[in-house]
């Protein structure tokens, strides 16, 4: 019998997977627990409508990736008269920063915060496992 499963069944599939299993586990365990539903012609038309929005969801989050790879973003750090810098950059100016140009909800990934001049890199998680490498450029006020 073929069935969309609802939820992660550990050892048969994940959530949102079209599967092919017996009979007898499917009418007895998947389907009273609602883990699956039945694979009926509205059901695989949900499906697949489910799949095309995924697959769409994807590409536009690795075009974004690729987007602000691109892109390196500037911070200017307060400086003395010697160069010594007095703040930094965390990961929070950095999600600030991608919500400014339009790009809410990402996970920054900083090892420690950004506190010299020069050239650096984060990592973004996007979602769906797709991360970007954005380029973060710090510059002195003076």
Avoid: C, W
Wanted: hydrophobic share 40%; net charge positive; proline share 4%.
């Amino acid at each position: 019998m073929k069935v969309i499963l609802l939820k992660d069944v550990k050892g048969v599939g994940r959530a949102g997977e079209l599967i092919t299993t017996s009979d007898g586990h499917a009418m007895n365990l998947l389907l009273p627990k609602k883990l699956a539903v039945q694979a009926t012609p509205a059901e695989l038309a949900k499906y697949k409508a489910h799949v095309e929005k995924d697959t769409k969801e994807t590409e536009a989050l690795k075009t974004l990736a690729k987007k602000l790879s691109a892109e390196p973003l500037k911070f200017i750090l307060k400086t003395g008269p010697h160069g010594e810098v007095f703040n930094s950059i965390t990961k929070e100016d950095i999600a600030a920063a991608l919500t400014k140009i339009g790009h809410a909800n990402n996970k920054v990934d900083l090892e420690k915060p950004l506190r010299t001049l020069g050239t650096h890199t984060a990592v973004i998680h996007l979602g769906k496992g797709i991360e970007a490498k954005v380029t973060i450029e710090t510059v002195g006020d003076k």
